[in-house]
């Protein structure tokens, strides 16, 4: 069974960094190295977004325009682990993070995905 587990959430004060983690436990598809991995968030009261991805079929790199410059989003295929730097963190940036490998379908910030992990609190105070 495939499972997604990311770590690294927690709070911190706006202008602090974390580095969010998403370990795979399970063999999938073609192998994870072949396999697309994002980042997703959804705040109280909001829609989930995309955060970044990598796209594996092209290599592309994708980031929500409201994280550009401050996340980097990268991957280990050795230890199937996918991470999310976050620096400079806002209090916007406050929300549930979750993880996902295997893209089925859809186009950025919409990309569709098969595995979810169970997502990890970022809490951000000003």
């Known amino acids: 069974q495939v499972q997604l587990a990311e770590s690294g959430g927690g709070s911190v004060q706006a202008g602090g960094s974390l580095r969010l983690s998403c370990a795979l436990s399970?063999?999938?598809?073609?192998?994870?190295?072949?396999?697309?991995v994002g980042w997703f968030r959804q705040a109280p009261g909001k829609e989930r977004e995309g955060v970044a991805a990598?796209?594996?079929?092209?290599?592309?790199?994708f980031y929500a325009d409201s994280v550009k410059g401050r996340f980097t989003i990268s991957r280990d295929n050795a230890k199937t682990t996918a991470y999310l730097q976050m620096n400079s963190l806002k209090s916007e940036d406050t929300a549930m993070y979750y993880c996902?490998?295997?893209?089925?379908?859809?186009?950025?910030?919409?990309?569709?995905?098969?595995?979810w992990g169970q997502g990890t609190q970022v809490t951000v105070s000003s």
């Open positions: 996902a490998v295997e893209r089925i379908g859809g186009s950025w910030p919409t990309f569709e995905f098969k595995y």
């Open positions: 399970a063999y999938i598809g073609y192998g994870y190295s072949t396999t697309s």
């Open positions: 990598i796209y594996a079929g092209s290599g592309n790199i």
